[in-house]
């Protein structure tokens, strides 16, 4: 009964909001909701992927000390890892928490680090969707009511009728680039000359864990390179569920 009254908590939240800012996108949306609504109840997840500096740089010019929850799974790409750190220092972020999954989960369950070629979704569950679940619990102790996520319509057709601002169970999340388009990425990346992810260049469009992702056919959508020959297109951590993490600060 509990659950059910914060989802219905977090949906009128959701509606009141967009009543108000949902006309708004970009550092527009997100200058509002913190100054007027959401100060200090608000975090961000990030990859630090092919397009992560664009929502970056929108959040540090609102906050810095807004808290940016970076998933290592793992499995990255070296030059991720390394790119958050570029990243980190670039924007002056203040709060990054790096989560990784639990080492006694990864030794029962893949023990090889080979769970990826015989059940991703599983794969996924552990090194993404449990931690994130766990610190998202963490979070919402610490007064956390809101999350701020880089999906775009243009993505996927998963994602083609995301809201500005949407309920995920008791949760609010914000989605200020929703609406931006392919050309709206490159354009804020020239315009204040944001450090590339060093991959992109070298044909990966949208980066994940290293085994699940290849680079992108010319003219194919810019996540056909993620999954690519499965018939998977999302690692599910946009989707609540249930297990356990370690919070590194």
């Known amino acids: 009964m509990t659950s059910n009254l914060q989802n219905y908590g977090a949906e009128l939240d959701a509606?009141?909001?967009?009543?108000?800012?949902?006309?708004?996108?970009?550092?527009h949306l997100l200058d509002a909701l913190v100054s007027n609504e959401l100060k200090g109840q608000i975090m961000l997840s990030s990859s630090f992927g092919a397009e992560s500096a664009v929502l970056l740089d929108l959040v540090a010019q609102v906050d810095t000390s807004i808290p940016v929850i970076f998933l290592d799974?793992?499995?990255?790409?070296?030059?991720?890892?390394?790119?958050?750190k570029t990243l980190t220092d670039h924007f002056g972020l203040e709060d990054v928490r790096i989560v990784r999954p639990d080492d006694g989960a990864l030794q029962r369950l893949d023990p090889d680090d080979m769970l990826f070629a015989s059940d991703p979704d599983k794969c996924c569950e552990i090194r993404?969707?449990?931690?994130?679940?766990?610190?998202?619990?963490?979070?919402k102790n610490l007064g956390i009511k809101a999350w701020i996520?880089?999906?775009?319509?243009?993505?996927s057709s998963t994602r083609s009728t995301l809201h500005m601002i949407e309920a995920d169970h008791d949760f609010l999340k914000i989605n200020p680039l929703a609406d931006w388009t392919t050309d709206d990425i490159k354009q804020a990346f020239l315009a204040k000359d944001l450090p590339p992810h060093p991959l992109?260049?070298?044909?990966?469009?949208?980066?994940?864990?290293?085994?699940?992702?290849?680079?992108?056919?010319?003219?194919a959508d810019d996540r056909s390179g993620r999954w690519s020959g499965q018939d998977k297109t999302?690692?599910?951590?946009?989707?609540?569920?249930?297990?356990?993490?370690?919070?590194?600060?």
């Open 73 to 84: 799974t793992r499995r990255l790409f070296g030059e991720t890892l390394r790119y958050q």
């Open 128 to 139: 993404k969707v449990d931690p994130l679940d766990k610190t998202l619990k963490r979070m």
């Open 200 to 219: 992109v260049a070298d044909g990966f469009k949208s980066l994940g864990c290293m085994p699940c992702t290849k680079r992108v056919a010319p003219g």
């Open 234 to 249: 999302e690692c599910g951590i946009h989707q609540s569920r249930d297990s356990g993490v370690s919070v590194i600060n």
């Open 15 to 27: 509606a009141r909001l967009r009543g108000k800012y949902g006309h708004l996108s970009g550092v």
């Open 149 to 155: 996520t880089g999906r775009k319509h243009f993505q």
